[in-house]
């Protein structure tokens, strides 16, 4: 049960700062917020994420890309050109992982305007550090299992972000819902998205892409958004007061299924 709870725990704090720093404020800047908040949150998201950290720009930057040809051969994670998520995301991995070395040609619209941290970033992306991470999860795991199927548990931890990532960019094109008509095959996956704290409201956040709360009708709960809202309101980030806002206008297209 201990293990349940850790998994969960890591799994929901890996998710959170996935969609809060990661998607909302390095690939959108949904906010804005001072360099000493950013950098704590670049820490906690790598802390986090461990040994499966993604280096904001690279996320950043494929998921420009993402919106900019969302279902097209440009698009790096479409499920229309795929046969399963796992190719799928090893596609998405050969991009990122050009874009972590350099040797990925980017267009200058997508540059800019991502946190960086180049000592931590290298540090993150380093197979020394994935490796070291990974063995402590393991190590934890050998202290406190009671069960030797409690060990299935550990690649769960081990390829946490990729993980998110593969469970939206295909479910969120694939299955579920949509309120708005669009070019793409971006669907809102769950009625009440608090699994992937509101990243499963894909086809209402391609309409909407700046606007910081995915939900759009009166039963969607975005749980980040309500973390956001909190934040605001401390101080520790700022909304701008023209953000863009999602909304279901009167007449809108609505495609059920």
Not at 180 to 201: A, C, K, P
Request: hydrophobic letters at 40%; glycine letters at 6%; charged letters at 15%.
């Amino acid at each position: 049960m201990a293990l349940v709870i850790v998994l969960l725990a890591h799994s929901t704090l890996s998710v959170f700062f996935q969609t809060f720093f990661l998607h909302r404020y390095a690939s959108h800047r949904m906010f804005t917020m001072s360099m000493f908040w950013e950098r704590t949150f670049h820490l906690l998201t790598y802390l986090t994420q461990g040994s499966s950290y993604l280096v904001p720009r690279a996320y950043a930057i494929l998921h420009r890309m993402h919106h900019a040809y969302s279902d097209t051969p440009k698009d790096p994670h479409s499920p229309r050109y795929f046969a399963g998520p796992a190719s799928m995301m090893w596609a998405t991995k050969k991009r990122y992982d050009a874009l972590c070395d350099g040797t990925a040609e980017v267009e200058p619209r997508f540059l800019g305007g991502y946190p960086e941290w180049k000592a931590l970033d290298r540090i993150g992306n380093s197979w020394t550090s994935r490796l070291t991470w990974g063995t402590g999860y393991a190590l934890f795991y050998i202290a406190f299992a009671t069960q030797w199927w409690q060990f299935l548990f550990l690649p769960l931890h081990w390829t946490m972000g990729p993980l998110h990532g593969a469970i939206v960019n295909w479910c969120g094109h694939r299955y579920g819902y949509r309120n708005f008509n669009s070019d793409d095959d971006s669907r809102n996956t769950l009625i009440l998205d608090v699994v992937t704290l509101g990243e499963l409201f894909q086809n209402n956040h391609h309409k909407y892409s700046m606007s910081p709360n995915f939900a759009v009708r009166w039963f969607e709960v975005d749980p980040s958004y309500q973390v956001i809202r909190v934040f605001a309101w401390l101080g520790v980030l700022k909304m701008p007061e023209q953000r863009q806002v999602a909304r279901l206008e009167p007449g809108s297209a609505r495609v059920e299924g």
